[in-house]
């Protein structure tokens, strides 16, 4: 051994020929084990991870407890003793070695409990992102992707999702400026989420629907169907008719905006990530009569890392707060008002014209938009991509997502 893990020594450590320290070369590489009375403690490649024993038979990959042709468990973990413990430990350079008390043994390569780590999973990303205000966006000079490319080619394709996976926007361009060839786009990368505006929407300034979006006033920032328990993960646009002045579009990082709360206030970026509130959208026009509720709250953060994967900000459709007691909520619009003035920001705001033939995706999870009053007609197209059918392409092309 090369000496001690400097542990503390608790009394639920086992007894001393187990508490010993083992060490395999090279120094480099090398990994270090201890056996406590309810864990197992390894130090390899930098890191010190703790696996609880019921954890480690779980994650059996043997044979008999794990289908490698479907990636599916077969063991019932239900069956499994919860005071179990390893009653011997090897480890080589590659492999971590456990028998169980009942002789089944169970290796375990030691870079798959890195990865598989929580301490590996809370250094590391889910989602790899570059945040962007609009000069960070235009430096980066990201291409927009041909549409003939978009469609024949993986190249294209993996292009796109790359940068729409790193900045949550992007364009395809020479579209055929038609709903149908919007469509086909949609549908190289997802499955079109159908929502109460159905699959393909065209939309124009005709209040057709009982929502400003079908009026020619401005609309400010915002993430849409906010008021749906899983708000839709993509949004698409193409501008297939516009014969008139002003309707540009604005596009704002979430996330960036989001990331200065947590610099500045991270009590204030704790509390718009716990307090729980309802969106809501009330329809009553024409034929159509909708009432849809989504709760959640603003920031949403995946509490090993504190990494952001969704936000929710849209002050047209925000409902009543009812959930939240006098003095949180003065609190809670303290952080958001903090959150708006970071989202207001000139800096942040990217502002793009839609033509008929460029198609913009957004990340409708991270990206903010909004557009400006216009006049004359104008007609937009698109739809709401399903987020895991977006993921499962961009994954399938070998892309962190
Ligand atoms: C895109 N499309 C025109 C179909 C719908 C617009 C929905 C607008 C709604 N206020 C929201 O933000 O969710
Ligand atoms: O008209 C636009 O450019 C966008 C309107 C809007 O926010 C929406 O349809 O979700
Ligand atoms: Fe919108």
């Known amino acids: 051994g090369h000496g001690s893990l400097g542990l503390p020594r608790g009394t639920r450590t086992v007894p001393a020929a187990a508490a010993r320290c083992h060490h395999t070369a090279p120094e480099s590489l090398?990994?270090?084990?201890?056996?406590?009375?309810?864990?197992?403690?390894?130090?390899?490649?930098?890191?010190?991870?703790?696996?609880?024993?019921?954890?480690?038979?779980?994650?059996?990959?043997?044979?008999?407890?794990?289908?490698?042709?479907?990636?599916?468990?077969?063991?019932?973990?239900?069956?499994?003793?919860?005071?179990?413990?390893?009653?011997?430990?090897?480890?080589?350079?590659?492999?971590?070695?456990?028998?169980?008390?009942?002789?089944?043994v169970t290796r375990y390569g030691l870079e798959w409990l890195v990865k598989n780590s929580y301490e590996g999973q809370k250094q590391r990303v889910m989602h790899p992102r570059i945040l962007w205000n609009a000069e960070i966006y235009r430096q980066a000079q990201v291409p927009s992707v041909d549409c003939r490319s978009f469609l024949e080619t993986d190249e294209g394709l993996k292009e796109f999702l790359q940068n729409f996976l790193l900045y949550g926007i992007a364009f395809v361009e020479n579209v055929t400026p038609t709903k149908e060839d919007t469509q086909i786009l949609a549908e190289r990368i997802s499955l079109i989420r159908e929502t109460i505006y159905g699959r393909m929407w065209y939309f124009t300034s005709d209040f057709s629907r009982g929502d400003t979006a079908y009026t020619k006033l401005a609309l400010d920032r915002h993430t849409d169907t906010t008021y749906?328990?899983?708000?839709?993960?993509?949004?698409?646009?193409?501008?297939?008719?516009?014969?008139?002045?002003?309707?540009?579009?604005?596009?704002v990082d979430g996330f960036y905006a989001a990331e200065q709360v947590l610099r500045q206030a991270p009590d204030q970026f704790e509390l718009l990530s716990k307090v729980p509130l309802k969106?809501?959208?009330?329809?009553?026009v024409g034929d159509c009569h909708n009432h849809m509720i989504g709760v959640g709250p603003v920031l949403n953060v995946y509490p090993w890392n504190n990494e952001l994967y969704l936000i929710r900000y849209n002050n047209?459709?925000?409902?009543?707060?009812?959930?939240?007691?006098?003095?949180?909520v003065h609190r809670w619009y303290t952080a958001h008002r903090t959150l708006t003035a970071e989202l207001r920001r000139p800096e942040n705001?990217?502002?793009?014209?839609?033509?008929?033939?460029?198609?913009?995706?957004?990340?409708?999870?991270?990206?903010?938009?909004?557009?400006?009053?216009?006049?004359?007609?104008?007609?937009?197209?698109?739809?709401?991509?399903?987020?895991?059918?977006?993921?499962?392409?961009?994954?399938?092309l070998g892309l962190q997502a």
């Open 228 to 251: 749906f328990q899983e708000p839709c993960g993509i949004q698409v646009f193409h501008c297939l008719k516009h014969e008139g002045t002003g309707g540009r579009t604005l596009l």
């Open 30 to 104: 090398s990994c270090a084990w201890q056996l406590h009375g309810d864990h197992l403690e390894l130090r390899y490649a930098n890191t010190l991870m703790r696996f609880d024993f019921v954890w480690l038979r779980d994650h059996c990959r043997s044979a008999s407890c794990y289908n490698a042709k479907t990636n599916q468990r077969s063991l019932d973990t239900a069956s499994v003793d919860l005071g179990i413990k390893p009653k011997a430990v090897r480890v080589d350079e590659t492999t971590l070695f456990l028998t169980w008390p009942d002789g089944h």
């Open 349 to 396: 705001e990217l502002w793009v014209k839609l033509k008929p033939g460029k198609a913009l995706f957004i990340d409708n999870w991270r990206v903010l938009h909004g557009r400006e009053a216009f006049t004359g007609y104008r007609q937009l197209c698109g739809c709401y991509l399903t987020r895991d059918d977006v993921l499962n392409t961009a994954r399938l």
């Open 316 to 328: 047209y459709d925000r409902a009543v707060i009812n959930t939240v007691p006098y003095d949180v």
């Open 279 to 284: 969106h809501e959208y009330v329809e009553n």
